[in-house]
């Protein structure tokens, strides 16, 4: 007489295959990040001069027509806002609460900055470097530099002397064919230093770098003694400065360190401030397997809703040249949330966002 294996036995094999073949899953099957290993700085919180508060509870919503995303804003030579939206539009919010558009890259406009003469430049996260006027329309300025294409046009900012600083947030995961929410948390999680600063001379047409190796380069902003160009590493929670002038050219200094959120945007204000937006609270998961590459890897291959993602809370600060907080201004249940940055006028603080459907604003 034979033993015939009971049901217990053939659930116990079939559950130690299963573990097996997931176990094989989590470390051989192919993802498109290769992590670095580094070391995230302590998160101190929300503490000292980033102390919880509900500031941001006032905002005043002002609805989009047809688009989400006022990713950042540009202060017209009128005081008007002007920002680009997920559809491709780049409007402007009128003083009587209508929207007028201005042109359609046909891509994902980010970073915009006026020059003197009341040009736009527009760092297009699809497209790469645009210019746009009301006497030459839109024009695709530059698509790579030092021969190597700009896969995330994200922020611009323009020196007195007319050149263009933008930065390539990652010259490693595409925006286009990404989106540029999933492309961010790709680079952020691999944390390989695929950004860069860049520099377009318009006069010239000539390109170069700035800086390399940067961390998601995200928001851009020459300072206001025009020596320094202050960049946004978004994956290590910290803003640089980077020396342009003839003395300091090349140098570059920590600004800022150990923020308590993701950093985006940058943006100078009429009274000498800066404003950035603070996208997302630090994840503790993504802080604690800094130094595990493997093991990011490794959670790179679970299901999206299993991974680290953007949580909803509004935060966003005002610095001074010296990288020292001004303004602390929060909403910790998000109301108007995954801010991304602001931009000022004489009476308004426009406030901008990576998903929202309206624009934001607070009185002065």
Known sequence: MTNTPGPGYVFKRFLLLAVLLFA?????????????????????????????????????RISLPNSVGPEDIAIDAEGRPVFGVLSGDI??????????????TGGRPLGLEFDQQGGLWIADA?????????ESGLELLVTQVDGVPVRYADDVDVAANGTVYFSDASNRFAADSLGTYAASLLDIMEHGGNGRLLAFEPDSGHTYTVQGGLHFANGVAVSHDQQWVMVVET????????????RNNGEVIT????????????????DGLFWVGLVSPRNSMLD???????????????????RPAAERYGHLIAIDSDGNVVRNLQDPEGGFGQITGAAANDTYIYVSSLHENALARLKR
């Open 255 to 270: 600004l800022m360190d150990n923020l308590p959120g993701f950093p985006d945007n940058i943006n100078d204000a009429p």
């Open 24 to 60: 094989a899953y989590l470390l051989l099957w192919p993802v498109t990040i290769e992590p670095r290993s580094w070391n995230a700085p302590r998160d101190r919180g929300y503490v000292g001069a980033y102390t919880v508060n509900h500031a941001l509870q006032q905002l005043e």
């Open 288 to 306: 604690a397997l800094s130094d595990y590459p493997l093991v990011r890897k490794m959670i790179q291959r679970l299901p999206a809703f299993m």
């Open 126 to 134: 699809y497209q790469g470097l645009m210019y746009w006027s009301p």
């Open 235 to 246: 994956g290590s929670y910290r803003i640089l400065k980077i020396g342009i002038g003839e």
């Open 91 to 104: 409007l402007r919010l009128e003083a009587d609460g209508s929207f007028t558009t201005l042109t359609t």
